[in-house]
């Protein structure tokens, strides 16, 4: 059984349909990654996950179970964690309690376990060590992301969103992200990843699937989409596909 | 098919039978006014509804029509007061004179509170509002020399020409009908138009050419204005004035009585007015222990807001509404014309060496490039690339960190947006912005009257041009429809016909497939390319690249905020780093 | 010269009960971005609350101040439940519509039920005060700077120190992101209402002795406390502090030196001159652009 798997799930807007009868799916231990333009839907897909959006139709399951109905608090209780585009790291706490508050879904620890968690998550992410007390305001885009994603894991969710890690990001910085993905997909959490890189979101896969104006249109390894034309059309409009032909 | 001047000449028509229909209706309330004696008692409920009545309207233009929240309405209704009062016992100057003197002071007064909205908005507005009416409050009762302080000011007399409490009600019934009729046209006036465009969405009506600040100075003068007649009519009417009769509460009375009735009509004034005054009177009880009756005010507030926002006329239209079905009217119309305004220059957009920072993020960091005349220029780029940013710095919604900006010559870097739209520059939003309340028609004729478009201003010239520019767009017969019934795709094509239909030099597209299905993308270029082939000069941001590459000549590559690629469209697509910059690069590979 | 350290201690003292005024109201703007124009209600009741338990039921007085307190939790909840849950996704304009509904509602039942009669309460210390040279410090003006002192110390390790208060802090930074967190958003409004609503009524009770009990004191003291956060700079939870000491002291040395029927309406001025021509007060961020 996949654990997450969504059954074509539809997305409106109001009158915009962002998603049309989506269906994915992710099993453990995986990385998967959604690719597509910009305006493809594939936040949305993340979105109605993680429950801060509600599908107009279609089914989503987690472990089997439907998550219809359900707000953002309970899922992530579930152990899926969403960590959203553009960080949203809270400007007005430090780097160190932006992570500890990653624990809120969990019940029954205490604030020790919490402050020695987050502790150990600087092991992880150490180029933030030093940051660790800095207002999150303050932060660069970089220091930010590294801060959203170790939020993302106090939750030690079995299933981990990333909303495009690499927005904003200098290469160098980019490719540290990814490194850190690369340590998290090892120590077991399942990956559902969105970018717009389509080469740095490949590079860390194990498979990826192409949204277009809220469809799927293709979907395979890694080197068979990188090779595919239908994805550079996806991105680069449809002359690229006569380009890429000739 | 009908031409535009029978359509005109049809509602002219329409609109002279209603007019006289209402002549009609006051002659005979003013007939019956005049010459029933009735008792002192309800005399008095009449002189007060109508009194009310005509403050509350002021309160339809300001809150119901241009979307300003004015908690000061008893402050100006006090003034006006007071200046009959006043002017009348103490200083023995005449009724009319009195009258005239206390308009003018609440007009400057209504006026100067107007341009505190100009920063501010919302609850700093009520504030400033209540602190207002509090201050006016203190001064009447504490001033005594001259307000008489809370004795306040008795035996006041009605002018020799209205003397008689009969002949008096008459005239304010006359006052009312007028002030009601002008209210009722407001809306579909030049000024009218501004100000329901400002409360629809007054980043758009900026955008538009509207002089925001003038417009909500405007409203919120007329609002006193209105506030002070009715005051004035109070005093002659009751005699007596004193401070209480002016304090916060009343403010709130103003404001359920327009919200009770419909917030947005003067007919809804006019409801809620004389509900709010005739219910007390009916369940005296209210009245008799202290404090219940404003509870219940208080009360009907909060659930109105929850329940009842559109107040019981907005209630009755929306019924009614639905009963009417549409209206749609074909006309033979000329084919809509561009003109160019004096060509000045061949490039018609220069952008030199633009920066936007925010604090240490650097959106757009120096870019450069030219729009040509009649050109289609296409600004493209990923995700953050700072093409957004950049396309807000060009219509002026975030001011440049560095850089210029010049447009057919004219250096626009620190013009505001509606001083750019006046000087060529129309644009449409990614985000659809419409004004929901108008139809189609409404929509258009706004962006028709942007400041600087050399047409004919005639009424019926401008609806004749919004309708040319609906037909181009393929919704001409559809015009008369409010905005919300369109679909998406077809909403986009409204502003776009609102943007064209006022003539600008540069045409700024932002997103305009955005959302839209590939058939309305089909159109959407088809579209284009008659804008093009009329020789306007279109500057499109877009995501979409396939309509990217079917309709721009010229295209201008962004990535980090930086230019990255400049130049015809087919040679641009192709460019390794165009493609790059899309597709991702590895980081760690050597370039 | 002894005048003035007169007129700034008894500034300091009504300014402390301005600051806490000024502090509920903003920690419910930072939560909720509602202006809550009935803020100044949840002062009035509880004095009243005081003075039915302590003075009509004759309990004891602390017992009768825990009492209110309690109430005012119980009232806070009620009012978030009622005035704010329903209009949550709705414009600016509805949600100060039926904030301003909400306080001439409230204010006004009390009348009807208690009836116009302003009521006096008596100051919680038995001793009236002490003199230092020839300025004398009242009693309860030491009380309220006392409590006011203990009060912000209170929240300050509160919202630094505990995991709640940071979860609090979160929810009025960004509420859509502390939900996906699992914080759970409606509780933390809920909690921040409830807390608002106590340390206003902690203000009412503490100010009751010095002026009357009445009707209209919520709307006198929810006028001030807004000028003290413009002052301070609007949603700046030192700057409402900060600023409501100022306003007191403002306030008093303009009844001593210029007018003393005027008092209240220097609050008004200031509100005023601020918003017009500073309108991110001394501390605050910028106010009015968004693009």
Redesign the interface.
Known sequence: MPLIELKDVSVRY????ALRGVSLSVEAGEVVTLLG???AGKSTTLRAI?G?TKPASGEILYEGKSLTGL???EI??MGIA?V?EGR?V????TAH?NI???A???SGIS?EQ?DQEADAMFDLFSDIRPFQHVLGWTL??GQQQMVAVA?GLM?KPKLLLLD?P???LA??I??KV?DIIKEIRRRGTTVLLV???????L?VADRGYVLE?GRLVVTGKPDELWNNEDV?AA??????RA?AKA | MSSMIDIYRASAQRKQRGLLAYIALIAVLVYVAATTTFDGYVTNILMQAVTYAVAVMGLTVVLGLCGQINLAQAAFFGLGAYAVGLGTVDYGLSYWICMGLGLIVVFAFGAFLGTSTIRLGGHYLAMVTISFQQILTLVMINWIPVTHGPDGVSRILKPNLFNTPQSYLAFCVVVLAVVGYLVWQLPSTKLGRAMRAVRDNELAAGVTGIDIQRTKVTAFAICALLGGLGGGLFAGGFSYVSPDQFSFAESIVFLTMVLLGGVASPIGAVIGTGLLILIPEWLRFLKSIPGLYLAIYGLAVILIVLFMPDGIWGFVVQQFKKLRGSLRLSAELPELTLVQTQAHADDVLVVNNLAKHFGGLKAVDDISFVVKRGSVHALIGPNGSGKTTTLNVLSGLYTPTAGAVQLDGQDITHFAPHERTASGLGRTFQNIRLFRSMTALENVIIGVERPGNPVDHAPIALEGRARSALNFVGLGDRADELVTSFSYGHQRLIEIARAVAGNPTLLLLDEPAAGLNSTEKMELRDLLKRIAAKGLTILIIDHDMTLVSEVAEHITVLNFGRRIADGDAVSVLNHPDVVTAYLGSDANAAH | MDMVFQLLFQGIGIGSVYALVALGFVLIFRATNVVNFAQGEFSMVAAFLMVIFSVDLEWPYWISFLLSLGGMAIYGALFNLGVYFPLRHRTYLPVIISTIGASILVSNSTLALYGPQPQVLQPLLDFPGFNIGTVYLDAQYLLIIGLTVVLVAFQYWFFEHTLLGKKLQATSQDKEMASLLGIPVATMIMLTFVYSAMIGGLAGILVAPILFVSIHMGGTIALKAFAATIIGGFGDVAGAIIGGLALGVIETFGAAYVSVPYKDGFAFLVLVAFLVFRPQGIFGERVAEKA
């Open positions: 109001g009158e915009i349909e333009g910009n305006g993680s801060l707000g953002p608090e992530v209780r969403h959203p949203r809270f400007p007005g706490l309690e500890m508050l990653g809120s879904n969990r604030k919490i660069s885009g939020r939750a495009e690499s927005l904003g290469p160098v980019v490719s990814f970018e717009q890189n389509a080469r740095m979101g590079s104006t550079r991105y680069l409009g449809g002359h690229a380009a």
